[in-house]
């Protein structure tokens, strides 16, 4: 399962953010153990290491964009997607580029906590705890 990870979830791991981290830890464990395929877009990594730096420094930034660069593959961000996102009918610029680059790579969804903002998505949207769900559902009991 190709699934593209929004921007607010990793940062939900990275920054621990609370009650949303533990969920999207196992989420990044079922990447890390290859139950599904997980990508980030390219935009999400410039933003990661922007919003990584003004909280930890830009050592730690580094460090952060390593490991999600070993985890992750990077959707791409270019011309066809930028052009595509701008036909969408997504009221957010950056959710439409989101949406185009998961669509370019043939995802078969994306993740998010904020399924709103995906109102006009063409692919499957899921919550970390739906995604997580299936992902049990699928993977064989130790």
Known sequence: MNIL???????????????????????????????????????TMTTIFYLAEKVAGASQARQDIRRLLTLFTVAPVNRPVLDDALQGQFADYDDAVLHEAARHIGAEGIVTRNGGDFTAATLRIYTPDELLAIIRLLTPSP
């Open 5 to 43: 990870f929004d921007t607010h979830v990793v940062l939900d791991v990275l920054l621990k953010r609370l009650p949303h981290a533990p969920t999207a830890a196992r989420l990044f464990a079922a990447v890390e153990h290859r139950f599904l395929t997980g990508f980030v877009a390219a935009t």
